[in-house]
Antibody
Framework: QVQLVQSGAEVKKPGASVKVSCKVS????????MHWVRQAPGKGLEWMGG????????IYAQKFQGRVTMTEDTSTDTAYMELSSLRSEDTAVYYCATAGSMVRGDPFDYWGQGTLVTVSS | SYELTQPLSVSVALGQTARITCGGN??????VHWYQQKPGQAPVLVIYRDSNRPSGIPERFSGSNSGNTATLTISRAQAGDEADYYCQVWDSSTAGVFGGGTKLTVL
């Protein structure tokens, strides 16, 4: 059983960066394809990016390219999502999610609890 | 880019059948997954690869996918089924895509 535990809420000023972590237990990170999904207040789910096991690389939604970086520390089984040049529209709950597999297109069986990032001056 | 279209809201009488649609160009050729999200909670997978139920999901939840429309069907709707529902696919050009979400109200 995969468990994903995310870091705590953050408050950032416009223009700053935020780095959210997602600690994996029950599996090792090398066995999983990790993705990040965000949800603005009152809005729907938005896929930001994740690891594509078929290409062997992390891919990002076009909307976030150049502003987001997703990394992994396999020594601690922790995934990270860093978003830069923050603006008020980036205020959202950020989730890590994984299929519990390394198969492209598999569903997101496991989700972190979410991390609220608030961008405010 | 690939887009998925869902109705903003669906209402169903208690005990009746709710159907939530997800439209996309030739979506029938893709694997569609469905998630349920209740207020303040992370999404939960309820249907994967069009019509498969994860363990622990009631048989009342079913799915189908053909042509340009995928459908999530909830039979014998209960008050506890009230939630937002999202469809999701993996597209070769757009990668991960979610529909806009449908709010299900049980009357």
């Amino acid at each position: 059983q995969v468990q994903l535990v995310q870091s705590g809420a953050e408050v950032k000023k416009p223009g700053a960066s935020v780095k959210v972590s997602c600690k994996v237990s029950g599996y090792t990170l090398t066995e999983l394809s990790m993705h990040w999904v965000r949800q603005a207040p009152g809005k729907g789910l938005e896929w930001m990016g994740g690891f594509d096991p078929e290409d062997g690389e992390t891919i990002y939604a076009q909307k976030f390219q150049g502003r987001v970086t997703m990394t992994e520390d396999t020594s601690t089984d922790t995934a990270y999502m860093e978003l830069s040049s923050l603006r008020s529209e980036d205020t959202a709950v950020y989730y890590c999610a994984t299929a519990g597999s390394m198969v492209r297109g598999d569903p997101f069986d496991y989700w972190g609890q979410g991390t609220l990032v608030t961008v405010s001056s | 880019s690939y887009e998925l279209t869902q109705p903003l809201s669906v209402s169903v009488a208690l005990g009746q059948t709710a159907r939530i649609t997800c439209g996309g160009n030739n979506i029938g050729s893709k694997n569609v997954h469905w998630y349920q999200q209740k207020p303040g909670q992370a999404p939960v997978l309820v249907i994967y690869r069009d019509s498969n139920r994860p363990s622990g999901i009631p048989e009342r939840f079913s799915g189908s996918n053909s042509g340009n429309t995928a459908t999530l069907t909830i039979s014998r709707a209960q008050a506890g089924d009230e939630a937002d529902y999202y469809c999701q696919v993996w597209d070769s050009s757009t990668a991960g895509v979610f529909g806009g979400g449908t709010k299900l109200t049980v009357l």
